[in-house]
Nanobody, 129 residues
Framework: QVQLVESGGGLVQAGGSLRLSCAAS????????MGWFRQAPGKERELIGA????????YYADSVRGRFTISRDNAKNTVYLQMNSLQPEDTAVYYC??????????????????????WGQGTLVTVSS
């Protein structure tokens, strides 16, 4: 089974940018579709986006489309989340997740009967106003 470790979180001013990384070990990343999620204090975990195994297709939530970009480098076993134009409401713990099926990543937060194979431990992003 793959293990995931996120990094790159921190404190940033509104309007700024951050790039998060999700490094995989244990199995090759190309075996998995990958997703990014976030959970703000007192709120449910929400999907940011998910990308297929090759990265040829990526889905984004409406709340981040146009500001956030998911990319992956399977040779480096790493997935990235580039976040631009950050706002205080983007403050959350950000998680990456892996599953063989991109569909599972897209619906896991809305379908209680669906699980994904692996979650990372999360990295905190704080956006100050």
């Amino acid at each position: 089974q793959v293990q995931l470790v996120e990094s790159g979180g921190g404190l940033v001013q509104a309007g700024g940018s951050l790039r998060l990384s999700c490094a995989a070990s244990g199995r090759t990343l190309s075996s998995y579709a990958m997703g990014w999620f976030r959970q703000a204090p007192g709120k449910e975990r929400e999907l940011i986006g998910a990308t297929t195994r090759s990265g040829s297709s990526t889905y984004y939530a409406d709340s981040v489309r146009g500001r956030f970009t998911i990319s992956r480098d399977n040779a480096k076993n790493t997935v990235y989340l580039q976040m631009n134009s950050l706002q205080p409401e983007d403050t959350a713990v950000y998680y990456c997740a892996a599953d063989p099926k991109v569909h599972n990543l897209v619906v896991v937060t809305t379908d209680k009967d669906v699980n994904v194979e692996v979650w990372g431990q999360g990295t905190l992003v704080t956006v100050s106003s």
